[in-house]
């Protein structure tokens, strides 16, 4: 039985394994420049963020109507369930579908199909959070949020992923502050290629309350202090960070240092489907390669669940903390 654990920092569009994608690809009639799945894993080999980041739009051409991102979801939900995974926290990029005439509500009820039906399904609850892509303009964000509207009921939180460098957290602080308004809980990609200064911006600009990636925070010491005290999240997907050649090797992953700093670490796989690992892979990676041990794995599970939006449902936190306390290695 795997180790109990959260999933904060999951891409649902990064899930969708070359399988899949041909079988949307052919019922939806969408020409996909591969011939086979093996070309497009072929494929999957990326320089830099840019150049995982186009082959990652051209795919989602074949995600058309609500039953395709319901049975994207549902795919990665098993999958995940099988590594452990007891909540999910759900990124989607609602502008990639909308400018290819893909309407907000095939895409959130779609979504919505599977993850209603998740907990029975899955064993998994989840929470569904909208991302804006940052190298977009700061009025397609609102744009977008106010598409979104109708269907809040859903939606948990906002985000803001995509190409990082060039595009400073407070380009978006009108959109996070219409957020905020509207009740929605708040985090952000921030140093992860970009430096260190974005962190401090998306907190103090954008109130994000979690940090996607924050890697670069390391290089920081003030910042570090702060995020120790603040007991501010971190979402750190080690597998993405060598694929996107963030970290050289995992073996030069700051994992352990930024544990030993006191830093509230958890750890996700961002897009499993193009980085080489769901949840678990990511947890055995760094037991294998950073010689985590078995307490230490059982921290950031432990930290998944208390960086959780569930203060909505704390019954539900304490009965997966206990789980985590209660987990016994190696059974
Ligand atoms: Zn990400």
């Given at each position: 039985m795997p180790?109990?654990?959260?999933?904060?920092?999951?891409h649902i569009e990064g899930t969708l394994e070359p399988e899949l994608a041909f079988e949307l690809a052919a019922r939806n009639g969408v020409p996909l420049p591969y011939a086979t799945t093996d070309d497009l894993r072929e494929a999957y080999r990326f320089q830099d963020l840019q150049s995982f980041l186009n082959l990652y739009y051209e795919l989602m051409a074949v995600l058309r109507t609500e039953r395709?991102?319901?049975?994207?979801?549902?795919?990665y939900?098993?999958?995940?369930?099988?590594?452990?995974?007891?909540?999910?926290?759900?990124?989607?990029?609602?502008?990639?579908?909308?400018?290819?005439?893909?309407?907000?509500?095939?895409?959130?009820?779609?979504?919505?199909?599977?993850?209603?039906?998740?907990?029975?399904?899955?064993?998994?609850?989840?929470?569904?959070?909208?991302?804006f892509l940052r190298d977009e303009s700061a009025e397609s964000a609102l744009h977008t949020?106010?598409?979104?509207?109708?269907?809040?009921?859903?939606?948990?939180g906002?985000?803001?992923?995509?190409?990082?460098?060039?595009?400073?957290?407070?380009?978006?602080?009108?959109?996070?502050?219409?957020a905020a308004a509207l009740g929605l809980?708040?985090?952000?990609?921030?140093g992860e290629e970009g430096p260190p200064e974005y962190?401090?911006?998306?907190?103090?600009?954008?109130?994000?309350?979690?940090?996607?990636?924050?890697l670069r925070c390391v290089e920081d010491p003030a910042l570090v202090e702060r995020l120790v005290r603040d007991r501010v999240p971190l979402t750190l997907c080690p597998l993405s960070n060598v694929r996107l050649r963030t970290v050289d090797t995992l073996a030069d992953h700051p994992l352990?240092?930024?544990?030993?700093?006191?830093?509230?670490?958890?750890?996700?796989s961002d897009d499993p489907a193009y980085f080489g690992g769901y949840a678990g892979d990511n947890f055995d990676a760094v037991h294998e390669a950073l010689g985590l041990g078995q307490e230490r794995l059982r921290e950031l599970a432990r930290n998944s669940f208390l960086a959780a939006f569930l203060e909505d449902d704390e019954e539900r936190r304490k009965r997966y903390l206990a789980e985590v306390e209660a987990y016994e290695f190696g059974a």
């Amino acid at each position: 039985m795997p180790l109990p654990k959260a999933e904060l920092h999951l891409h649902i569009e990064g899930t969708l394994e070359p399988e899949l994608a041909f079988e949307l690809a052919a019922r939806n009639g969408v020409p996909l420049p591969y011939a086979t799945t093996d070309d497009l894993r072929e494929a999957y080999r990326f320089q830099d963020l840019q150049s995982f980041l186009n082959l990652y739009y051209e795919l989602m051409a074949v995600l058309r109507t609500e039953r395709d991102f319901e049975e994207l979801a549902d795919a990665y939900l098993a999958r995940a369930a099988a590594q452990g995974v007891r909540h999910a926290e759900i990124f989607f990029d609602p502008q990639a579908h909308l400018s290819r005439g893909v309407a907000m509500g095939t895409v959130v009820e779609g979504l919505w199909r599977a993850l209603g039906r998740s907990e029975e399904r899955h064993g998994v609850s989840t929470r569904l959070i909208l991302c804006f892509l940052r190298d977009e303009s700061a009025e397609s964000a609102l744009h977008t949020l106010r598409a979104a509207e109708p269907y809040l009921d859903r939606i948990t939180g906002v985000g803001l992923d995509s190409a990082e460098v060039g595009h400073p957290p407070a380009k978006f602080r009108e959109v996070y502050e219409a957020a905020a308004a509207l009740g929605l809980r708040r985090v952000a990609h921030a140093g992860e290629e970009g430096p260190p200064e974005y962190i401090t911006e998306a907190l103090d600009v954008l109130g994000i309350e979690r940090i996607d990636h924050g890697l670069r925070c390391v290089e920081d010491p003030a910042l570090v202090e702060r995020l120790v005290r603040d007991r501010v999240p971190l979402t750190l997907c080690p597998l993405s960070n060598v694929r996107l050649r963030t970290v050289d090797t995992l073996a030069d992953h700051p994992l352990p240092a930024m544990l030993e700093a006191g830093l509230l670490c958890t750890v996700n796989s961002d897009d499993p489907a193009y980085f080489g690992g769901y949840a678990g892979d990511n947890f055995d990676a760094v037991h294998e390669a950073l010689g985590l041990g078995q307490e230490r794995l059982r921290e950031l599970a432990r930290n998944s669940f208390l960086a959780a939006f569930l203060e909505d449902d704390e019954e539900r936190r304490k009965r997966y903390l206990a789980e985590v306390e209660a987990y016994e290695f190696g059974a």
